[in-house]
């Protein structure tokens, strides 16, 4: 069996856009490999505290933090896995809070001894306590903007520097919010359709294949449609808040 490790870092747990992608991704892949053994983290319900940047973990209990609690199974779950799949919404074009804390304690797998890189990302990196050149990685992500194209770049230079240049598959989708949006289901579906092919294609070969890449690379609305969905939606929120603040301020 292939252990598949999903990391959800989204606050919104199973509710989450870049999940319900994710899904779609695993159903294909699913479907074309029987070996795989999924199983799903969700750091928002588990119990994790920031890293105290104490370097205990390095220095008076090699590979373990002074912290107690659920980081501890986590990492030796993440350590053993084949495959680690990191799902997340984009936040201030990086990474969430939530899967941001619990990749800097991850800290405890790493040695401190510095080596030299090749891979022309950066100038210096870590060896890890066991062996993880074996994982492949996965990155599944959904932004607000109408384009993935762009907004990811600080995203793919942190995991270029972490997993090595590119060595790591992505699907990067703009428009997330359109996911729980019931008038266009229709075209959703559609869209999740190529991540149910990008699965299939990821466990036959290992890839994404370009005709799939070039499907996910569509918007999932022209994007003239989806800035006036947008922006009519948010100016009624804007004018029904200003309403019941108005109402709340004649009772007073
Ligand atoms: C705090 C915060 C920061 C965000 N920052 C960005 C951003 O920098 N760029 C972007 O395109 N969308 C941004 N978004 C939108 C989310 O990425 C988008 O709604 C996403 O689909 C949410 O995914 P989820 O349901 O998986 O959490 C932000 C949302 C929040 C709440």
């Not at 999903?6 to 779609?24: C, D, M």
């Not at 699913?30 to 505290?49: A, F, G, R």
């Not at 699965?199 to 918007?219: A, F, M, V």
Request: with cysteine; aromatic share 12%.
């Amino acid at each position: 069996m292939k252990k598949v490790l999903v990391i959800n870092g989204s606050p919104r747990t199973e509710n989450s856009n870049s999940y319900r992608l994710t899904k779609a991704f695993l159903k294909g892949w699913q479907e074309v490999s029987s070996d795989l053994d999924i199983e799903v983290l969700t750091p928002q319900k588990m119990n994790i505290h920031p890293c105290l940047g104490c370097y205990t973990c390095w220095k008076k209990t090699p590979g373990r933090c002074v912290q107690k609690d659920d980081m501890t199974e986590a990492m030796e779950k993440w350590q053993h896995a084949d495959i680690i799949l990191w799902c997340f919404p984009l936040y201030f074009y990086s990474l969430p809070t939530q899967l941001k804390m619990f990749m800097d304690r991850l800290m405890p797998s790493k040695r401190p001894v510095m080596q030299e890189r090749y891979d022309g990302r950066g100038y210096g990196t870590h060896t890890t306590r066991v062996d993880q050149s074996h994982q492949r990685n996965i990155l599944i992500a959904t932004c607000g903007f109408f384009t993935s194209k762009g907004n990811f770049d600080a995203v793919e230079a942190q995991f270029d520097l972490i997993l090595g240049r590119r060595n790591y598959t992505s699907i990067f989708c703009g428009q997330g919010e359109m996911m729980p949006v019931p008038m266009h289901q229709e075209r959703v579906e559609e869209y999740l359709g190529y991540a149910v092919e990008a699965g299939r294609d990821y466990g036959t070969y290992g890839i994404i294949l370009p005709e799939t890449r070039k499907k996910l690379d569509e918007y999932i609305l022209p994007k003239e449609d989806f800035v006036a969905l947008g922006n009519s939606y948010y100016a009624h929120c804007e004018k029904k808040a200003r309403e019941r603040e108005a109402a709340e301020h004649t009772q007073l």
